[in-house]
């Protein structure tokens, strides 16, 4: 059975920090793309970061030079590394698994951005 489990979440204030990982179990993540997405209430999910499975990562425009997405294939993770974070940041922050037609969700994990 494939799941995706994010942790890392919680609670900062603006101009602060968070990791979030993203851990596969019955998944090789290395051999899958993996995004991070994101949903804010009352609003779409939206994609915020993108590494292929050679590692090229690319990132949404509203996170570029604040958010860093790596991979540790060692322990099968992909992470989030945020900084600067903004209040507009607040939202459920969801990976994703896929290759070919293949994909797999996480279940989320909250980050709320609040002085």
């Known amino acids: 059975q494939v799941q995706l489990v994010e942790s890392g979440g919680g609670s900062v204030q603006p101009g602060g920090s968070l990791s979030l990982a993203c851990t596969g179990s019955?998944?090789?993540?290395?051999?899958?793309?993996v995004a991070w997405y994101r949903q804010a209430p009352g609003k779409e999910r939206e994609l915020v970061a993108d590494i292929s499975g050679s590692g090229i990562p690319i990132y949404d425009d509203s996170v570029k030079g604040r958010f860093t997405i790596s991979r540790n294939n060692a322990n099968n993770t992909v992470y989030l590394r945020m900084d600067d974070l903004r209040p507009e940041d607040t939202a459920v922050y969801y990976c994703?698994?896929?290759?070919?037609?293949?994909?797999?969700w996480g279940q989320g994990a909250e980050v709320i951005v609040s002085s």
């Open positions: 994703k698994a896929r290759k070919l037609i293949l994909q797999y």
């Open positions: 019955g998944i090789t993540l290395n051999t899958y793309a």
